[in-house]
């Protein structure tokens, strides 16, 4: 039997109190917000629980539940960015990239992501599950690194604008040489 048919799935509308599809994708809603503007740590279980938005379980409601618990008791964790107490005439700008062949066990499609800094604080990260399949880790790693740098140099025209000088050369981090020998 499949998993899907053993499925519990949730009603459309649930007595008061129990969980519907229509209080699922308020949750939902309301995580996917506080990932996006607040809470980067928890973008991919929010991202994963979205896909089920349509035809929630018992266990995507369970999921949900379980990031709410996370978000309640990491509440009083805090990001702390220290400045080097001082102000320097030009700005740095970094990049990191990844991928990883193949990572769906369901589709066999890659992850990749970037995380973008200024002066060692994270302005842009960036996770996407890839639209084909690739044929090797150096094609999706050469991807990843490809958006990353596109990133990189919009960022660049961004600090300009705002008339900032950006430290020249920025570093952007990969680590496959195939893909490295590639750009």
């Known amino acids: 039997m499949d998993d899907e048919e053993d499925a519990e799935y949730l009603p459309a509308r649930g007595a008061k109190g129990d969980p519907s599809v229509k209080s699922f994708q308020s949750v939902v809603g309301n995580l ?7 809470r980067p740590d928890i973008c991919f279980a929010v991202h994963k629980t979205t896909r089920q938005t349509h035809k929630p379980t018992l266990k995507d409601w369970k999921t949900a539940k379980r990031i709410m618990r996370y978000l309640k008791m990491s509440k009083n964790l805090k990001l702390h960015l220290d400045g080097a107490g001082h102000v320097s005439e030009d700005v740095q700008v970094e990049c990191w990239s990844d991928a990883d062949f193949a990572a769906s066990k369901v589709d066999r499609k890659s992850i990749s992501g970037c995380v973008l800094t200024v002066d060692g ?63």
């Open 32 to 38: 996917l917000w506080i990932a996006r503007c607040t």
């Open 121 to 183: 604080a994270v302005v842009l990260w960036l996770c996407k599950k890839k639209s084909g399949v690739p044929l090797s880790t150096m094609e999706v790693e050469f991807i990843s690194a490809s958006q990353a740098g596109r990133e990189l140099l919009g960022m660049r025209e961004l600090l300009s604008e705002l008339k900032l000088r950006v430290r020249e050369p920025m570093p952007m981090w990969i680590d496959n040489q195939a893909a490295i020998k590639q750009l």
